[in-house]
């Protein structure tokens, strides 16, 4: 999809793996350490119990995550110094997609150590949830800052949509709410309907 969209609106197409390869190798083990590192905050304040430990991957991952594969893109536009918004959803989506095959890559690795046998289930659930996960939310958390830089561009209510959404989602995601496929399956749908609403914004508006 992404090279189609690369294709569609004219974007150089060596910038794909170059984002990709910056969003793999500069986002994901930052990720892993600050996430570990809060996660122990965390705990050392409010207490080794159930109610911390369930809610603790809702707590930390969103916020750090999130906020370290934008500042990821934040370095690449100021290399690249795109001018429209389809730009930046572009380079949100390589940087998150490149930090979901690190993080995917990562949990397969630690269940291989584990017990070999659950390689491929572990791999199967890692593929089941990557398509509405970090390569969509960075994509639509780009969207919503080029939107701040590019004013006019797309509405007040739609850039607070753009950057409200992945964080909020991400944390209802990691959540003891989502313990159900009901909840896994909505959540997705929120997320692609999302996804496909400021894609056809984008796509509708010329020089956007």
């Given at each position: 999809?992404?090279?189609?969209?690369?294709?569609?609106?004219?974007?150089?197409?060596?910038?794909?793996?170059?984002?990709?390869?910056?969003?793999?190798?500069?986002?994901?083990?930052?990720?892993?350490?600050?996430?570990?590192?809060?996660?122990?905050?965390?705990i050392?304040?409010?207490?080794?119990?159930?109610?911390?430990?369930?809610w603790?991957?809702?707590?930390?991952?969103?916020?750090?995550?999130?906020?370290?594969?934008?500042?990821?893109?934040?370095m690449?536009?100021?290399?690249?110094?795109?001018?429209?918004?389809?730009?930046?959803?572009?380079?949100?989506?390589?940087v998150?997609?490149?930090?979901?095959?690190?993080?995917?890559?990562?949990?397969?690795?630690?269940?291989?150590?584990?017990?070999?046998?659950?390689?491929?289930?572990?791999?199967?659930?890692?593929?089941?949830?990557?398509?509405?996960?970090?390569?969509?939310?960075?994509?639509?958390?780009?969207v919503?800052?080029?939107?701040?830089?590019?004013?006019?561009?797309?509405?007040?209510?739609?850039?607070l949509?753009?950057?409200?959404?992945?964080?909020?989602?991400?944390?209802l995601?990691?959540?003891?709410?989502?313990?159900?496929?009901?909840?896994?399956?909505?959540?997705?749908?929120?997320?692609?309907?999302?996804f496909?609403?400021?894609?056809?914004?984008?796509?509708?508006?010329?020089?956007?």
């Amino acid at each position: 999809m992404l090279i189609f969209l690369y294709k569609r609106w004219e974007h150089p197409l060596y910038t794909l793996p170059l984002t990709l390869f910056i969003g793999y190798f500069s986002t994901g083990w930052l990720a892993g350490e600050a996430n570990e590192w809060a996660s122990h905050q965390i705990i050392h304040s409010l207490g080794n119990n159930a109610i911390v430990i369930n809610w603790l991957d809702a707590l930390t991952a969103p916020v750090i995550e999130e906020i370290i594969k934008l500042i990821c893109v934040v370095m690449i536009v100021y290399l690249l110094n795109p001018k429209t918004l389809k730009t930046y959803l572009l380079i949100g989506a390589c940087v998150g997609l490149g930090f979901q095959i690190c993080e995917d890559i990562s949990y397969i690795v630690n269940v291989a150590t584990e017990n070999i046998h659950k390689i491929v289930p572990q791999a199967f659930n890692r593929i089941s949830g990557s398509v509405t996960s970090h390569w969509l939310y960075t994509a639509l958390f780009a969207v919503g800052v080029g939107s701040v830089k590019i004013k006019h561009a797309i509405s007040i209510k739609e850039t607070l949509l753009c950057l409200i959404a992945p964080i909020t989602l991400h944390f209802l995601w990691n959540s003891p709410l989502n313990e159900s496929i009901f909840v896994s399956a909505l959540l997705s749908s929120i997320s692609a309907y999302l996804f496909w609403h400021v894609l056809r914004l984008l796509d509708m508006k010329n020089g956007v």
